[in-house]
């Protein structure tokens, strides 16, 4: 199974005190929206989201159809398609991508420690 691009995605409590910070570990800012509380960071091809107020706990992100440079890719594995695979190994969804629709979607999970992962799919569905 091919998840997609990884990030992970802080619930900060101050956006710009966060950004500050991990600037000077030599993130650049390469994408959000500072006045709706979020932005994209990259460092060397590792990406971190900080969103304030939007969530209570830090969240593992995979992003199916995108590659690591947030670039749609031409094949991969349908968010629905992942969804189908996780619940036939018998885990627990805690939201789950409409079966009936095409192109962007998501679910979420929480590892056995509680952690959330998001499978948070933005481009259309392909071919694979």
Do not use: C
């Not at 929206?33 to 990406?47: F, M, R, S």
């Amino acid at each position: 199974m091919k998840l997609g691009a990884f990030s992970i995605s802080l619930a900060v409590k101050d956006l710009a005190a966060s950004r500050a910070f991990y600037e000077k570990l030599g993130f650049v800012v390469v994408g959000g929206e500072p006045t709706q509380n979020w932005l994209i960071l990259d460092n060397a091809g590792t990406k971190l989201g900080l969103f304030q107020g939007m969530f209570e706990k830090n969240i593992l992100t995979f992003n199916p159809g995108w590659s690591q440079d947030a670039q749609p890719l031409p094949l991969f594995e349908d968010v629905r398609d992942i969804q189908r695979a996780l619940e036939e190994q018998g885990l627990e969804l805690t939201t789950r991508a409409d079966e009936t629709t095409d192109g962007p979607a998501s679910l979420a999970l929480l590892d056995p420690d509680g952690n959330p992962v998001l499978v948070d799919q933005h481009v259309p569905k392909s071919g694979a």
